[in-house]
């Protein structure tokens, strides 16, 4: 079946530092690959999304690149924020009867200090 | 557009009570699910639904069950809560740009 695996947490860095958060997945057929974010006490809000090999995905700053060969989708910013304090989802989607399913890491916490 | 809407935001239960938790959405989507977040274990399917009518099973559907009447609404129901349902359940939505899921704030479950 379907799986991700994503780096434990949590992942403390300071402003200004560059994050990167590991995401690898298994999989049959050529899933979609999607980061979700969810900040404290709210529901996940897709970050970026990637449909096929080689793709790059990106948004506020974040790019994610889906790697086929590595079946891999490593979330990486340049530069954190303490606003970027929060739970990063890694997941992939899976296509079945007429809907899509989407299969998640257990999620990783990222705190962003001063 | 309101988006997913869940209620309630809270709830405690003793074991044995039954509850429904609601799930609307105001996109005209066709595919809604439920899901469980458990620390540690990430977001786990419970029950879908590709249309109004139609539900199927998840990962972990047991102990909950579902309808679909209308294509806006998705109602979650635990007959006889156990403690083991202790946890936070969310609502989402598919688009169909890119099956991108619409998640409602979630329900924080207890059961004592």
């Known amino acids: 079946g379907n799986s991700v695996t994503q780096m434990e947490g949590p992942v403390t860095l300071s402003e200004e530092a560059f994050l990167t958060i590991n995401c690898t997945y298994t999989?049959?057929?050529?899933?979609?690959l999607f980061w979700y974010v969810q900040y404290p006490g709210e529901g996940l809000q897709l970050l970026l999304k990637?449909?096929?090999?080689?793709d790059k995905g990106s948004n506020k700053g974040f790019e994610a690149t889906y790697r086929k060969e590595t079946t891999s989708f490593h979330l990486e910013k340049g530069s954190v924020q303490v606003s970027d304090s929060a739970v990063y989802f890694c997941?992939?989607?899976?296509?079945?009867?007429?809907?899509?399913?989407?299969?998640f890491g257990t999620g990783t916490q990222l705190k962003v200090e001063l | 557009n309101a988006g997913v809407t869940q209620t309630p935001k809270f709830q405690v239960l003793k074991t044995g009570q039954s509850m429904t938790l609601q799930c609307a959405q105001d996109?005209?989507?066709?595919?809604m699910s439920w899901y469980r977040q458990d620390p540690g274990m990430g977001l786990r399917l419970i029950h879908y639904?590709?249309?109004?009518?139609?539900?199927d099973q998840g990962e972990v559907p047991n102990g909950y069950n579902v309808s679909r009447s209308t294509t806006e609404d998705f109602p979650l129901r635990l007959l006889s809560a156990a403690p083991s349902q202790t946890s936070v359940y969310f609502c989402?939505?598919?688009?169909?740009?890119?099956?991108?899921?619409?998640f409602g704030p979630g329900t924080r479950l207890t059961v004592l």
């Open positions: 989402a939505s598919t688009g169909t740009l890119d099956n991108e899921q619409f």
């Open positions: 999989a049959t057929g050529y899933p979609s």
């Open positions: 990637a449909t096929k090999a080689d």
């Open positions: 997941a992939l989607s899976s296509v079945t009867g007429g809907g899509n399913k989407l299969t």
């Open positions: 996109m005209n989507h066709e595919y």
């Open positions: 639904s590709v249309g109004a009518g139609i539900t």
